[in-house]
C-alpha cells in the first residue's frame, strides 16, 4: 500500500475511499462528489487525487483522452492499513484505548457486537492453534 511514512488527512481518506468504490473514475466525477458533500473545489480535488497518485494509493489510466483513477489496493487492504496506522500511531500500538471507547455509552450497535464476538473467538482459536505445536 502506499508510502507508510506519508500520513493521509481526512480529506485524503474520504477520496480515496470514494474512488475505492467507484472506480475507475475521473477527477470530475470525484469532485462532482465532494462539491456536494463539502463543498470543496474541483482544483482541491485534482490537488489531492494526484497527492494521493504520489504517495502510491492512487493509479490513473488515460481512457479516450481521460485519466480515469483506481486504487492500487483492495478496499479491505486500504482499511486495515488504515486502522494499522491509527493504532500504531494514534494508539501507540495499543487497543485497550479503543476497546475502552467502544464499552462506553453504547456506541456499538447489536450487529457490530456480534462481529467482535465472532473475531474475539477467532483470535482465541488462533492463538490455541499456535500453543499445541
Known amino acids: 500500500m502506499g508510502d ?7 480529506t485524503e481518506i474520504a477520496i480515496l475511499r470514494y474512488v475505492a468504490d467507484h472506480h ?22 485534482l490537488t489531492i487525487m494526484e497527492r494521493l497518485r504520489r504517495k502510491n494509493y ?8 481521460v485519466f480515469r ?3 492500487k489496493v483492495a478496499k479491505v487492504d486500504l482499511l486495515h492499513g488504515l486502522v ?3 493504532v500504531d ?10 476497546v475502552s471507547f467502544l464499552s462506553e ?13 465472532r473475531v474475539v473467538r477467532e483470535l482465541e482459536d488462533q492463538r490455541k492453534g499456535g500453543q499445541r505445536s
Not at 59 to 64: D, E, G
Open 4 to 10: 507508510s511514512k506519508a500520513p493521509l488527512g481526512s
Open 89 to 98: 500511531t494514534t494508539l501507540g500500538g495499543s487497543l485497550s484505548p479503543f
Open 24 to 45: 475507475p473514475i475521473t477527477v470530475g466525477e470525484v469532485a462532482e462528489h465532494v462539491a456536494q458533500t463539502t463543498g470543496q473545489a474541483r482544483t482541491t480535488v
Open 84 to 86: 494499522k496506522n491509527f
Open 58 to 65: 492512487l493509479a490513473r489510466k488515460r481512457v479516450n483522452g
Open 69 to 71: 483513477y483506481s486504487p
Open 105 to 117: 455509552g453504547g456506541a456499538i450497535s447489536e450487529r457490530d457486537l456480534e462481529t467482535l464476538k
